[in-house]
């Protein structure tokens, strides 16, 4: 399965991943599923109905991030028996927000709203990495921004996607050593080349009464 563009309640231009299209395409098969994911992220409510579907899903979730897991999408990421993150993949957690008009009131109650919201998308980072829910809080506050590295650090990921390779290739173990240093003395051979000044032929050697000749004839000038 893929989980490609943005997350939505309804898709107006086909382009969107909502809750009834992942539904449908989950119950067409059975068995363990592999759910890749390359998304900015969405409408939370959404992203917290496909992630309720694949917890409940009965057969193995394999996450594998290709692209870019933030904002809801990551927490759709945290829903896999399995999270793997591609070495040049970027996961990102922040504070849910939302465009709201009105009064004082209305906006004391639109606070009070994402902050519930935070406290449910903390929950889900919280089961998947066994992180605290306040330091969770923090990363979300500062918009983190976690590579492939950080977020298996972090718990976020269980580990990073390597090329499979077979047994009859021979994996090159010292081969990218020897081209760092073939590269080095290339390049400080252009360099010393550059730099070389050849001398002429009539100043390899100075002779003792022609410098003489030279400092009288400075000593004439005083």
Sequence with gaps: MFLNGTIAEESWFDDDVTPQLFRDELNAGSGDITVWI???GGDCIAAAQIYNMLMEYKGNV???I?????????VIAM?????CVSPVS????H???AGIYGNTAVMQKAIEMLDEVKESIVNAYEIKTGMSRAKISHLMDAETWMDANSAVEMGFAD???????????????VNMVYSQVAVTNSLMSKIAKKCRIEPKAEETKTKADSLMDRLNLMK???
């Design 159 to 173: 580990e990073i996607l390597q090329r499979s390779v077979t047994d009859e290739i021979e994996i090159p173990q």
């Design 90 to 93: 970027m996961l990102m957690i």
């Design 66 to 74: 290709d692209g870019i897991a933030a904002s809801a999408a990551s």
């Design 79 to 83: 829903a896999g028996t399995k999270v």
């Design 95 to 97: 504070n849910p927000s």
């Design 62 to 64: 394999i996450v594998k």
């Design 38 to 40: 390359n998304s900015p």
């Design 220 to 222: 004439n000038w005083r």
